[in-house]
């Protein structure tokens, strides 16, 4: 294959390009001429003491690293492929403790326990109360005149709420969740002015609050899921601080990308209007799957290798990191037809926006997949006639495919 006509120092992970747009080309030329690329860093960019990472482009190649957990691990440098250049090795290696970082068997053990939360009967029991839930934030929402943000009056509200009621969080707490969670992930943002350090103690204090709320339910039980995952801990439950770092997966995972999600599906709609009036006329099924691929919320992951393979017909050594880019991989004409279409009827639709498959399969797919579909569907009985009043602004992220900022109107 002819080597890929990228410019030189081009980064996939670079927070100045991911800020303007997703490479969607650039993915593109690397499926076609080199999709398992070299990317070069200088040392410590993105907090690593290495020379850079394989950026991993096809769907076949993503699936592969995400199901083979033996071969490329998420527990030796974490999943986030890119931190502050600034972070010390002791914050990087603190963070194997949340579920996303961990490798089997200690993954396995403690998913067992956590997927107790997002059992199908669990979800059903959810739907009443959030398709009530997405029809008030909805209707709020339209008692605004003008203009208004589309992220913070409705977009974020649903799945702050469906976590809050999940795992028992009081309602009048989730500003707080929010904030906190916003303050994790957006440090490379100079518009919020966050530091590492502060997004660090953002952390902190949402483990700790997690965490009392663990040791109440040890003290006090109730019938709710606090009580389930923490009461007993001999008899394979969580401890208080696995249960601290669940919350705090649970505040990025469930929240920012169904969030992120709802926000870029809205923004489809509003740049496809035949789909927006094929979904108020049809209302199909199909429709949260094709928001996700459209929106794949998450950029990368990473894995790192655990010994000498070959992915892709590149020598892939052992210590390398290994960067899947789910966008490219949902966009990859050889599973997609037509694949550049935002086409809400799109069955089948194998894409990755939940993972490659394997043991970091998202968690909370059916959850999420229901608050996508509660919303648009309160949207559209409520506010169907709504219409762009500006244009998205995202996320300075190198791994959050984030809009900060989408504004609409009803006039």
């Not at 010390?88 to 200690?106: G, H, K, S, V």
């Not at 459209?294 to 052992?318: C, H, M, Y």
């Not at 229901?370 to 009985?381: H, K, S, T, V, Y």
């Amino acid at each position: 294959m002819p080597c890929p006509a990228l410019p030189d120092g081009f980064d996939f992970t670079d927070p100045d390009l991911l800020q303007h747009r997703v490479p969607l080309p650039e993915f593109a030329e690397l499926r076609r001429a080199e999709p398992v690329h070299w990317v070069p860093q200088t040392s410590n960019l993105a907090g690593f003491q290495d020379e850079g990472y394989w950026a991993v482009t096809r769907h076949a190649d993503v699936k592969y690293v995400s199901t083979h957990p033996e071969l490329f691990s998420s527990y030796l440098n974490t999943a986030i492929i890119r931190f502050n250049e600034h972070i010390e090795r002791d914050a990087i290696d603190a963070q194997r403790l949340i579920l996303l970082n961990m490798d089997p068997p200690e993954h396995t053990r403690v998913r067992q326990i956590v997927q107790r939360v997002f059992t199908p009967r669990a979800i059903r029991a959810l739907e009443d109360t959030l398709r009530a839930r997405a029809h008030a934030i909805v209707t709020e929402a339209r008692a605004r005149s003008g203009s208004f943000d589309f992220v913070t009056q409705v977009a974020c509200e649903l799945p702050l709420q469906a976590i809050a009621e999940l795992i028992g969080i009081p309602q009048d707490d989730r500003a707080k969740i929010f904030d906190w969670s916003n303050k994790m992930i957006s440090y490379d943002d100079p518009e919020y002015a966050i530091t590492e350090e502060v997004g660090q103690e953002s952390a902190i204090e949402l483990i700790a609050y997690a965490m009392n709320m663990a040791a109440d339910r040890k003290q006090c039980p109730a019938k709710d899921i606090v009580t389930t995952l923490v009461s007993a801990e001999d008899e394979g439950n969580l401890n208080s601080d696995e249960f601290g770092f669940f919350v705090l997966m649970l505040a990025v995972a469930g929240n920012e990308t169904t969030r992120n999600a709802i926000t870029h599906g809205m923004h489809a709609f509003l740049t496809h209007p035949d789909q927006w009036e094929r979904y108020k006329a049809e209302r199909p099924a199909t429709a949260a799957e094709e928001i996700v691929r459209w929106a794949t919320p998450v950029n990368s992951f990473q894995r790192t290798a655990t010994q000498d393979t070959e992915l892709g017909g590149k020598q892939i050594r052992k210590g390398d990191r290994v960067g899947l880019f789910y966008a490219a991989a949902n966009h990859d004409p050889e599973v997609f037809e037509n694949p550049d279409a935002f086409d809400i009827t799109r069955d089948p639709n194998p894409h990755l926006g939940f993972g490659g498959g394997g043991p970091h399969y998202c968690l909370g797919k059916s959850l999420a997949v229901l608050e996508i579909d509660l919303i648009f569907n309160a949207i559209a009985d409520a506010m169907p006639e709504l219409r762009p009043a500006g244009d998205p602004r995202r996320l300075r992220s190198a791994w959050i495919n984030g809009v900060k900022e989408l504004r609409v109107s009803l006039a």
